[in-house]
């Protein structure tokens, strides 16, 4: 069975420029949820979806958007890039809330 | 005080070695407990799930106390492979969110 597909695998952008990630879940599995880990730290979470609903949310700035589509997909936004969001954005798929799968992440460089 | 907190180490063990990772968390109304495991550059892989009644798998063992908010990891006959960095994490209903520790990294050496 395909885990959880994550695109691009990494990416470089400039300040002030715009970002999209992209995010496939696991099959049958209807929650995303989308972390961001920088280097030395634990994933934080930034946004939780479930059945195309914001479920949940973290302590980030309105510049981090995200949404889900009817196939449970999910894109992860992010406009005006800082130095600071360089890192590596994770996505994690669920059929319940709770134990989460993890895809193999998006690596960011803002430069 | 953080939501989460680890010993960020390096555990620096010799094959074959029993360590023991602890880690406490902050709220009392966390729901789900769980170890993740994450090897260099890679993504966090479930490792298990952590009961009130203490669970095992193979040779990890997971404990919750959940009067002392306290939960811990106990690898034994420790394997060159099990070097990594493994993550605690609590996961809270009111926002539905996991939440991880900066995680401790073991190092198993020959």
């Known amino acids: 069975d395909a885990g959880v597909t994550q695109s691009p695998t990494h990416l470089i952008k400039t300040r002030g420029q ?4 992209r995010c496939s879940p696991i099959s049958g599995h ?21 059945e195309k609903e914001e479920r949940g949310r973290g302590n980030f700035p309105d510049r981090f958007s995200a949404r889900q ?10 406009n005006a890039l800082l130095l600071g969001d360089s890192a590596l954005y994770l996505c994690a798929s669920s059929s319940f809330v709770g ?11 803002v430069t | 005080r953080k939501e989460v907190e680890q010993d960020p180490g390096p555990f620096n063990v010799p094959e074959g070695a029993t360590v023991a990772f602890n880690c406490t968390y902050s709220n009392s109304a966390s729901q789900s407990f769980f170890w993740y495991r994450q090897d260099c550059r890679k993504e966090p892989k479930l490792l298990m799930s952590v009961y009130s009644s203490g669970n095992e798998d193979g ?18 006959d420790s394997k060159l492979s099990d070097s990594a960095t ?25």
């Open chain 1, 18 to 21: 715009h970002v999209t990630l």
């Open chain 2, 59 to 76: 040779r990890f063992t997971a404990q919750l106390n959940r009067a002392s908010q306290y939960i811990s990891l106990l690898i034994r």
């Open chain 1, 30 to 50: 209807k929650s995303v949820s989308w972390y961001q880990q920088v280097l030395g730290q634990g994933p934080q979470f930034i946004f939780q979806y479930y």
């Open chain 1, 69 to 78: 589509f009817p196939n449970y997909s999910s894109e992860l936004n992010v």
């Open chain 2, 86 to 110: 493994y993550l605690c994490v609590v996961f809270t209903g009111g926002g539905n969110k996991l939440t991880f520790g900066t995680g401790t990294q073991l190092k198993v050496e020959l």
């Open chain 1, 99 to 109: 134990e989460q799968y993890f895809g193999p992440g998006t690596r960011l460089t």
